[in-house]
């Protein structure tokens, strides 16, 4: 089992700039895919950014070229660097984790993003 643990969320203003980061407990190398998901307020929870134990990331269109996912497997963290923020940007974003041997998924709590003037 893993815990997962965001920080870094916050109020941004329009075209600024964050970056989300999650702490496993254990270690994620060669193990886990690690996500960002996020869900804005009374919508459906979505896929954000993915990088595979390899490196490998993939992207929900809307946020190509303005998000950048990696990881540290040293570390046992994953970022999401956000960019060139928009209003349709904010909602509550969550940390994943999902074994590539068993499937098993992990959920980070959750942190807020909300991007306004």
């Known amino acids: 089992q893993v815990q997962l643990v965001e920080s870094g969320g916050g109020l941004v203003q329009p075209g600024g700039s964050l970056t989300l980061s999650c702490a496993a407990s254990r270690s994620i190398q060669g193990i886990y895919i690690m996500g960002w998901y996020r869900q804005p307020p009374g919508k459906q929870r979505e896929l954000v950014a993915t990088?595979?134990?390899?490196?490998?990331?993939d992207y929900l269109d809307s946020v190509k070229g303005r998000f950048t996912i990696s990881r540290d497997d040293d570390k046992n963290t994953v970022s999401l660097e956000m960019n060139s923020l928009k209003p349709e940007d904010s909602a509550l974003y969550y940390c994943h984790a999902r074994s590539i041997f068993s499937g098993r998924q992990y959920w980070g709590q959750g942190t807020q993003v909300t991007v306004s003037s």
């Open positions: 990088v595979g134990p390899g490196g490998s990331t």
